[in-house]
Every structure is written in structure tokens, then in C-alpha cells.
């Protein structure tokens, strides 16, 4: 009883904002946006479905040369084929979820065939049931967090982030519900598990790794986090469809969730030291005051994530 009525109040006081309606109330005092990544290498994950497959097609049509991350083939072949300039997708199937897929990517030359100058971290699954990988950690941490952090590292360690590029992070409306966290992203009992809960934790854990990141990198390159609003794709429609089925008539389509992520890559502001963006505004991080109170801080999160990393590697 106290779950629901925690989720009516959190759904009813963003419901304004996060919908299709603060989209169209935002958008409709922008200028006209036709943005050029001609002659740009981009990494989308999650590339084969809602607003990481509209994301990729769209910098493919205004010229980018996009490599496509993704578990399925099958779809990856889809994305190129549906592409403006199928030439300049390239299908790289791997499982975000597995540290040894991620590290396996460099072995490839098609990621190291010159600098990135565009990262979109796209991936990201809630799950309702518990699971985890054949690599030992649960599977939405895994896959939300631990992936994208090993993959952002090596990317980085390696030189081939464009010093003058930017990296993406795609978070979620639903990090305003929780502070940071460290061992409790990680659930490793079944039935203390709590999908919802844990990913808002890591799309919590995501703000602060932008932190984490432009503080280490000194803007070169930038990094940013947004989150899309809500949006109506297939693992909303999967994971929560009493939400979708409330809500369908005002959810985002997945090109007003992806319009942000492509007008950041466009601008590339400068580094900011607290905040999310949200239909090209930055908002802020915290709307309530319990979500600021927390234990630990970014280097504590980077730290946590490399001491898991390292352990998988380890095979411990």
C-alpha cells in the first residue's frame, strides 16, 4: 500500500515535466535543429531498439559513421539496412552485461580504426525477476552499470575518446528516487531483490559518474547525463505495463526522448559541476532532500565499479 502510494505521488509530481506534454510545452520555443555530424565516429549502445535505434539512425542520416553496439544480429542487420547510409553503420553484437564481451570489443578493428567523437551509454534494462550474468553479478547492474563502465574506461585508457568529443549518459527520471548507493546496486539475494529500486540506483549511479568522469578528464573529453522523460518503448511496455497503460496517451515517442542526447552531441557545452539535462535545459539533480543524503560519493562509485570489474576478471 505504501509502494503505491509512493509511486502515485512520484508519478504525480513529475507527470507535467516527464510526459509528451512538457516536451511539446519545452519544444515549442526552440529554433530549428538540423545538426551536421559529417565525418564523426559514434558509438551507440543499445542501438537496436527505441531511443538508441532512433538515435543511431538519425546521426547516420545527418552523416556520422555509426558503430552499433547491441546483443542481437539479427537486429543490428535491421538498424544498417534501415539506415540512410548503411555504409556507414557498422553492427557490432556484444553483450553490455559481460565484462569479457566489453574487453573483448578492442581485439576488433573496427573500434580501433580511429577516435570516438561521439559516446552515447544508451543501454539499460529493468527488470521485474532476479537474474545474474554467467560472470556472477546481477544482471541489470551488470548491464546498467558495470558494462558501460568498463567499456567508457577502455575507450578512454586507449586513446580513442576525441579529446574534443563527448560522452552521453542516458539516465532516468527514476534516479530522483533514490540516493547513492554502492553494495545495495549489486543485490545478490532473490528475494531482497527489487527491480524498480535498483534501477534507480544505477541510474542515480550514473549522474555521479559523469562527475566521476569530467572531474578525471578535465573536459577532454566532456561528459554529460540527460534523461529522456518517459518514453514509450518495448521495455517500458515489458517491465511496466501498468505504468504504460496508465500513462500511453502522453508518453514520449522515441524521437522526443533521443532529441536531447542529439542536441547535446551537437553543442557540446561545457562541463557542468551538478545537474541533468531534460529537453536541452539542465535540471537539477536532487528534488528531494533525502536523495542527498548518502554515504559515499563518485570516486567512492568508480571505485566500487573497478574493484567488480577487476573481481570478474579474476574469475573470483
Known amino acids: 500500500m505504501l509502494r503505491a502510494l509512493g509511486s502515485l505521488f512520484f508519478y504525480g509530481r513529475f507527470l507535467r515535466s516527464f510526459s509528451a506534454l512538457g516536451f511539446q510545452r519545452r519544444s515549442s520555443e526552440w529554433e530549428e535543429f538540423e545538426p551536421d555530424f559529417s565525418g564523426q565516429r559514434w558509438v551507440v549502445t543499445g542501438a537496436t531498439g527505441g531511443i538508441g535505434r532512433t538515435v543511431a539512425l538519425t546521426a547516420n542520416r545527418c552523416g556520422a559513421t555509426v558503430l552499433a553496439l547491441a546483443r542481437d544480429a539479427g537486429k543490428l542487420e535491421a538498424l544498417r539496412e534501415d539506415a540512410e547510409h548503411p555504409e556507414a553503420v ?154 504504460r497503460t496508465a500513462l500511453k496517451g502522453i508518453l514520449r515517442n522515441a524521437e522526443q526522448g533521443a532529441d536531447t542526447i542529439l542536441w547535446l552531441a551537437d553543442q557540446r557545452p561545457a562541463p557542468v559541476e551538478e545537474g541533468i539535462w531534460l529537453d536541452r535545459e539542465l535540471q537539477p539533480e536532487h528534488e528531494f532532500s533525502f536523495t542527498r543524503k548518502t554515504s559515499c560519493d563518485a570516486k567512492d562509485l568508480a571505485r566500487f565499479l573497478r574493484e567488480h570489474a577487476r573481481a570478474v576478471i579474476a574469475g573470483e
Request: hydrophobic share 40%.
Open 90 to 243: 557498422t553492427p557490432i553484437p556484444v553483450d553490455l552485461a559481460s565484462v569479457a564481451d566489453v574487453r573483448g570489443l578492442f581485439g576488433k578493428t573496427e573500434i580501433g580504426d580511429g577516435t570516438i567523437d561521439v559516446l552515447v551509454n544508451n543501454v539499460g534494462v529493468l527488470l521485474n525477476d532476479f537474474s545474474t550474468t554467467d560472470e556472477g553479478p546481477e544482471t541489470s547492474f551488470a548491464t546498467n552499470l558495470l558494462g558501460p563502465f568498463v567499456l567508457t574506461g577502455q575507450l578512454h585508457e586507449k586513446g580513442l575518446l576525441n579529446a574534443e568529443g563527448i560522452v552521453i549518459n542516458v539516465s532516468s527520471g527514476g534516479m530522483y528516487g533514490t540516493p547513492l548507493k554502492l553494495e545495495e546496486m549489486n543485490c545478490r539475494d532473490e528475494e531482497d531483490y527489487d527491480g524498480m529500486a535498483a534501477y534507480a540506483m544505477h541510474k542515480r549511479a550514473q549522474v555521479e559518474l559523469t562527475r566521476y568522469w569530467n572531474d578525471q578528464w578535465q573536459g577532454a573529453p566532456v561528459a554529460h547525463v540527460m534523461h529522456p522523460g518517459w518514453v514509450d518503448t518495448e521495455g517500458v511496455k515489458t517491465a511496466l505495463p501498468g505504468f
